[in-house]
């Protein structure tokens, strides 16, 4: 019925573009086709530059991981999506990005095989004395207060002799302490293996939100008394 097809189309009536030429003479379809590559074309490098944005964090700011296992019950449950924190020490001038404190729960590379990654909490810090007494941890001689423990996995109740935190090293343990493979049992966690801190859980929908971290109240390190019968256990 119509040919839209044919080169050659009549002019309607007796005005023809040749008659002014300021007119502008639009072909739809040529135009679209430019647009449609030029839109393509930004899509496909705002597409490039959130990859490479997410990159970026991934690498230096925070990665989001799963927590596997029960040795951090009731805190974390397997399965759940943590945000982590990598900027634990980045300094610049005199601010400073983040630093680890009793109480935060780090994922690090497992000193005896570095291709696992382990989330536990933060108990002692460089150059403190850790002990646990029937199941009680003890910061220097004095009790930890630790709330965030569940006593139905705490029942054990262990004992371990004294244990100096050497510099730029932590004592870590999980809060499921009776099933949990943490530093009492192979030892201090060099500070280089510590990659982050979790601070936000954004999987279950129904825990959404930053991590418990605890109040405390401990003395600081003081050193070992030779007298100390305590301090010759240290190690």
Request: glycine fraction near 8%; proline fraction near 7%; avoid cysteine.
């Amino acid at each position: 019925m119509f040919d839209f097809q044919r080169k050659n189309q009549f002019e309607f009536g007796n005005i023809s573009i040749n008659d002014d030429r300021d007119i502008d003479v639009i072909r739809v379809r040529k135009v679209a086709g430019k647009n449609l590559w030029s839109e393509g074309l930004k899509l496909f490098r705002d597409i490039v530059l959130i990859i490479a944005v997410f990159i970026l964090l991934g690498v230096f700011v925070a990665q989001p991981v799963v927590v596997e296992g029960t040795s951090m019950l009731p805190q974390l449950h397997e399965g759940e999506r943590l945000l982590v924190n990598k900027l634990i020490y980045y300094k610049w001038k005199s601010v400073s990005w983040g630093h680890l404190e009793r109480g935060d729960i780090v994922v690090f590379w497992f000193p005896n095989e570095p291709a696992k990654s382990y989330v536990k909490r933060v108990i002692g810090l460089p150059g403190e004395i850790v002990e646990v007494r029937n199941g009680v941890v003890f910061i220097n001689g004095a009790e930890l207060n630790e709330p965030y423990l569940d006593p139905e996995h705490n029942q054990g109740h262990p004992t371990f002799p004294p244990k100096k935190v050497d510099e730029h090293f932590y004592y870590l343990m999980g809060d499921n302490r009776d099933n949990s493979s943490d530093s009492r049992y192979w030892g201090l966690v060099p500070e280089k293996y510590i990659y982050g801190k979790a601070f936000f859980r954004y999987w279950n929908p129904s825990q959404i939100g930053f991590l418990e971290h605890g109040e405390y109240d401990i003395p600081e390190p003081q050193p070992a008394d030779d007298s100390d019968p305590r301090a010759e256990n240290v190690k």
